[in-house]
């Protein structure tokens, strides 16, 4: 396991580069970080991703890392997973 040094706003911080096992749309995925974006999140769901004027997504997670460990992700959201972090994400089109 590979390590990097972060610099962030109190001073350098050591993340481990690693492989956290979540659950997207009932299967097994592989997230690099423990932060994910929404972008992050629906590329996990879909290859390749839809694209287009209409095409929207919802997402839902449970088991994150608390305080917040369930709950809506929204478009430019980011949520703090663990091992065992489910999402049930959606296309929709708008209406």
Do not use: C
């Not at 390590?3 to 096992?21: K, P």
């Not at 423990?34 to 997402?59: H, K, N, Q, W, Y």
Request: no cysteine; aromatic share 6%.
């Amino acid at each position: 396991m590979a390590e990097s040094e972060t610099e962030t706003g109190g001073g350098n911080v050591l993340e481990a580069d690693r492989e956290i096992a979540v659950i997207v749309n009932g299967r097994p995925k592989v997230a690099h970080q423990r932060v994910l974006t929404f972008e992050d999140v629906v590329r996990l769901a879909f290859d390749p991703v839809p694209s287009g004027p209409d095409v929207m997504f919802s997402i839902t997670y449970s088991r994150a890392v608390k305080p917040h460990h369930e709950g809506i992700l929204s478009k430019g959201g980011t949520v703090t997973i663990k091992p065992g972090t489910i999402f049930d994400v959606t296309q929709t089109n708008k209406s």
